[in-house]
């Protein structure tokens, strides 16, 4: 390349630069969000929020990529195959999720221990270091997708593990930033007040980071393999991630409704029994069928039947304590996500959950659009409703604390924006319950799970059917996506009238 | 208001908590130890990777009221009897291949991944393979080429060119006989093998 080339395409970078920084600051002039608003830690948190709503983003988008392959089965063939985009869709919201709550804990952080920050440096670079990795590994996956059949492949490719795709590097980088993040939370806690709060919180991370590292490992055997790999996946979602969500709730609560804290505790330590109490031998809901003894059939039926049971808890604690506060809150948009999550979890989860767990039926639905439909409805009732509903709870504070109550501007939007996205969800869900149906009794019990009885009940109209309404859906899902984005950039802007202070009572 | 009764104070709950999770974690420690010896490859229910050299079919057992797998005579893979390091070393390969093509994003194993195509637990046993004698041959023409051999059974969909070599190919095949060997507490039920007279 000769120099004047080379000068071209340094003129044509600074140009580009140039234009994304005046499109970033014309940006910044529309939403005119004052950061002088938050706190250090906040505005650690809002970075870890605003990356979590690209990866809903990247989610919604490679679902529906997906589930227009499940329809036109040549769209994209070998461009980007279903596997592709079914793993980027997965892990999207996998990550998406950690953001949220990791942004969750960051936010609350400094008004819980009542002090500042202990490691604020250290919790920014972790970010960078995470969101840049994050980035190379979809990268990886979109662009070099598979490898040969080696460990170099499981290093640096993806390891083939449903929902802990990543590869064995950006493992080892993620068990990093979450020490960092560990170590963040207790030495703030140290330096500040314990909390009962505090005391479940650290002692869920502990957990949650231990568990991570019981699927790092690659094994012949796939029986071990895969009796580890739920190790992670339902000690997460199914303990850890619940309990994190219950510490996230019980603080928005308190801020929210002004519940006092000896009664949001005592919720707390009854859900953490209930929930590890259930959750913790519930695993063995996962070892009917994986080649493990048959005692799991027994002992993973009885607790995984008794999960639901924190989650009606869950239903019953945010649904009294909005009623004996008369439902008088500071911001409508936080509360009404809150009650969602409350109805989403126990839906979702428990009975969806509850549905197909006792192996007797199991056997039946197990590997079916069955496990799909309650994933659906399961991740976003307990997951997504929650970090959405911290997301008002931050913008509001972002923008001085303004009035987000009865009257609002352009209430519209985010009343939209809730209807949209439960509305969307729950369409998929019973879209693809009816398919699980209809391959439970096609495929597995007519047929007999061979590859005939497998295409037999793909191609039957009421599964084909349900993979349009799915879709139809998912568009619904992210037209919602869309209005929640538009209104959280947006909420509150302009607003004079100061949120009302709410009291501990 | 009254004084708050043992049962619904936070301390109490709190002793609760710790005591059930701790409880619940060491119970989970103890029967993980005994499920891992007990599914170890050479145990009863999951054989040894040399499993590879016989002849294996899933039949409904009557005492026991569901499917088991059956280990029957000698039925060497490629023709060759291998050792128990050999048989090692080519399920492994297998395995490995199956997680670097990302295989459990489109299929399901021992029923776990995605649902865009079939489960690969009892695969070996398909009656999709035609015939015994036909099925090493067609198996490895597919993985390695799935475009021209498709198999779609009127779906549409088609497997991917993955880039899978003839090593790669005769080691996932190694992995779905181990696999298919494997006892899964009548896992899938009333699956009807090559085998299995109509």
Redesign the interface.
Same mark, same amino acid.
């Given at each position: 390349m000769n120099t004047s080339g080379l000068n071209g395409v340094m003129q044509n970078a600074a140009a580009l630069c140039e234009k994304s920084r005046a499109c970033l600051n014309n940006f910044k002039a529309w939403v005119q969000l004052d950061s002088t608003n938050l706190t250090d830690g906040q505005q650690l948190a809002v970075k870890y929020f605003t990356v979590a709503v690209i990866l809903f983003f990247a989610q919604i988008l490679f679902g529906l990529l997906?589930a227009t392959?499940?329809i036109y089965?040549?769209f994209l063939?070998?461009i980007l195959?279903?596997?592709?985009n079914? =793993?980027i869709h997965i892990n999207a919201m996998i990550v998406w999720m950690l953001y949220g709550f990791i942004g969750c804990v960051y936010w609350f952080l400094e008004d819980e221990s009542g002090t500042e920050i202990a490691g604020l440096k250290l919790g920014n670079i972790a970010f960078w270091v995470l969101t840049g990795a994050v980035t190379l590994v979809v990268l990886v996956y979109l662009l070099v +997708?598979?490898?040969?059949?080696?460990?170099s492949?499981?290093w640096f490719?993806?390891?083939?593990?449903?929902y802990i795709?990543a590869p064995r590097w950006a493992d080892i980088g993620i068990v990093i930033v979450i020490l960092i993040f560990f170590y963040n939370v207790v030495a703030t806690f140290s330096k500040g007040k314990w909390s009962?709060i505090a005391g479940?919180l650290t002692l869920d991370l502990v957990a949650l980071a231990g568990l991570y590292v019981a699927g790092m490992f690659?094994m012949?055997? #796939?029986?071990?393999e +895969?009796?580890w790999w739920w190790w992670v996946i339902h000690l997460w979602v199914e303990a850890t991630w619940e309990v994190l969500v219950g510490v996230i709730m019980a603080w928005s609560l308190m801020k929210l409704l002004g519940v006092r804290r000896?009664i949001i505790?005592?919720w707390l330590? #009854?859900e !953490?029994?209930l929930m590890?109490?259930s959750g #913790?031998?519930g695993?063995g809901h996962?070892?009917?069928?994986?080649?493990?003894?048959? @005692?799991?059939?027994t002992?993973g039926g009885f607790f995984s039947a008794l999960e639901p049971i924190p989650l009606v808890a869950m239903v019953v604690h945010a649904v009294y304590d909005s009623g004996t506060h008369n439902f008088k809150n500071g911001n409508h948009p936080a509360l009404a996500w809150i009650i969602a999550q409350a109805f989403g979890n126990f839906f979702g989860a428990g009975v969806w959950g509850f549905m197909h767990t006792l192996p007797q039926i199991n =056997? @039946?639905t197990?590997?079916?659009?069955w496990?799909?439909s309650h994933g659906h409805l399961a991740f976003f009732g307990a997951y997504a409703t929650i970090n959405i509903a911290f997301f008002y709870l931050a913008i509001q504070h972002w923008r001085g604390d303004v009035w987000m109550g009865g009257g609002s501007q352009n209430a519209w939007r985010w009343k939209w924006a809730l209807g949209l996205l439960n509305g969307g969800v729950l369409g998929m869900t019973i879209a693809l319950l009816i398919a699980g149906y209809e +391959?439970s009794f096609i495929e597995?019990?007519v047929?007999?799970?061979?590859?005939?009885g497998?295409?037999?009940a793909?191609?039957h109209p009421s599964f084909q059917n349900a993979m349009v309404w799915r879709l139809f859906f998912g568009g619904m899902t992210f037209a919602g996506f869309i209005l929640l984005v538009w209104d959280l950039l947006t909420i509150g802007k302009g607003e004079t009238r100061k949120a009302p202070v709410i009291i501990e009572s | 208001m009254n004084e708050t009764p043992l049962w619904?104070?936070?301390s109490f709950?709190?002793k609760?908590?710790i005591w059930?999770?701790a409880g619940?974690?060491l119970?989970?420690v103890v029967?993980?130890m005994?499920?891992?010896s007990?599914?170890?490859?050479g145990s009863k229910? !999951?054989p040894a990777?040399s499993v590879i050299n016989k002849k294996i079919d899933y039949q409904y057992n009557k005492e026991l009221h569901k499917f088991m797998p059956v280990i029957g005579e000698n039925e060497f893979l490629f023709g060759k009897e291998y050792t128990e390091e050999e048989a090692?070393q080519l !399920?492994?390969?297998?395995?490995?291949?199956?997680?670097?093509?990302?295989? =459990?994003?489109?299929h399901?194993?021992?029923?776990?991944?995605?649902? @865009?195509a079939?489960?690969l637990?009892?695969?070996w046993l398909?009656?999709?393979w035609i015939s015994r004698e036909m099925r090493e041959g067609m198996m490895v023409k597919f993985l390695m080429d799935p475009?021209n051999n498709a198999?779609?059974?009127?779906?549409?969909?088609?497997m991917?060119?993955?880039?899978i070599?003839e090593q790669?190919a005769k080691?996932i095949i190694a992995f779905l006989k181990w =696999?298919s060997s #494997?006892?899964?507490?009548?896992?899938?039920?009333?699956?009807?093998t090559i085998d299995a007279e109509e």
């Open positions: 997906a392959q499940f089965p040549g063939y070998e195959d279903f596997n592709v079914r =793993m +997708q598979i490898g040969p059949g080696k460990d492949s499981l490719i993806n390891e083939g593990r449903e795709e009962g479940v690659y012949t055997n #796939i029986t071990h +895969q009796y000896k505790q005592t330590y #009854i !953490v029994a590890f109490g #913790i031998l695993l996962h070892y009917f069928w994986i080649g493990t003894p048959e @005692y799991w059939l002992i =056997m @039946y197990h590997g079916t659009q496990s799909a +391959q597995r019990a047929e007999g799970s061979t590859w005939g497998y295409f037999t793909q191609n | 619904a104070s936070e709950w709190k609760t908590a059930v999770t619940s974690f119970i989970l029967l993980t005994d499920s891992l007990k599914t170890s490859a229910r !999951v990777y090692l !399920v492994d390969l297998g395995k490995k291949t199956t997680q670097a093509k990302n295989c =459990m994003n489109c399901t194993l021992l029923g776990n991944g995605a649902y @865009y079939p489960d637990t009892k695969a398909d009656k999709g475009e198999r779609t059974f009127g779906s549409n969909r088609k991917p060119n993955l880039d070599t790669e080691g =696999m #494997i006892d899964t507490n009548g896992f899938p039920h009333n699956f009807k």
